[in-house]
C-alpha cells in the first residue's frame, strides 16, 4: 500500500495548483482520504477530507482557512484524488501530504482529529511542497 502526493511547486499569490495522490496497492475510492499540511515551524493541521464511497453521505470537509479556496476530489478511474487550490496566499504554504484509511466515518470526523493518533489515518504519503511567494 502505497500513496504519493504530487502536484507541487513554486505560485505567485492569488494562483492555482492542483495536488495529485495516487495509489497503489489498493482502491482509494474504498477509502477515505485527507490531505494535510505541515508548513516550518508550526503543527501539522488538516486541510480537506473526503470520505470513503462506501459512506454513504460522501462528504467533503475544508478547514475554514481554505474553505471556498480549495476543492477535494475524486477520480475513482484513476484511483486518485485531488486537491485543487485556487486563490493561494503566502500562509499556504507548506509540505502537503495525503493519508487514507479504510473506514467509513465522514470527513468531518477524520478532519476533526476525532479518530485520534494522525487523525484516524493508517497509511500516509510523502510530502510535496508548495510555496506561496512572489
Known amino acids: 500500500v502505497q500513496l504519493q502526493a504530487s502536484g507541487g511547486g513554486l505560485v505567485q499569490p492569488g494562483g492555482s495548483l492542483r495536488l495529485s495522490c495516487a495509489a497503489s496497492g489498493f482502491t482509494l475510492g474504498d477509502f477515505a482520504i485527507g490531505w494535510f499540511r505541515q508548513a516550518p515551524g508550526k503543527e501539522r493541521e488538516a486541510v480537506s477530507c473526503i470520505s470513503s464511497i462506501n459512506n454513504s453521505d460522501g462528504s467533503t470537509y475544508y478547514a475554514g482557512s481554505v474553505k471556498g479556496r480549495f476543492t477535494i476530489s475524486r477520480d475513482n478511474a484513476k484511483n486518485t484524488v485531488y486537491l485543487q487550490m485556487n486563490n493561494l496566499k503566502a500562509e499556504d504554504t507548506a509540505v502537503y501530504y495525503c493519508?487514507?484509511?479504510?473506514?467509513?466515518?465522514?470527513?468531518?470526523?477524520?478532519?476533526?482529529?476525532?479518530?485520534?493518533?494522525?487523525?484516524?489515518?493508517?497509511?500516509w504519503g510523502k510530502g510535496t511542497l508548495v510555496t506561496v511567494s512572489s
Open positions: 493519508a487514507a484509511d479504510g473506514g467509513v466515518e465522514s470527513s468531518r470526523y477524520y478532519c476533526s482529529g476525532y479518530g485520534g493518533y494522525n487523525y484516524g489515518f493508517n497509511y
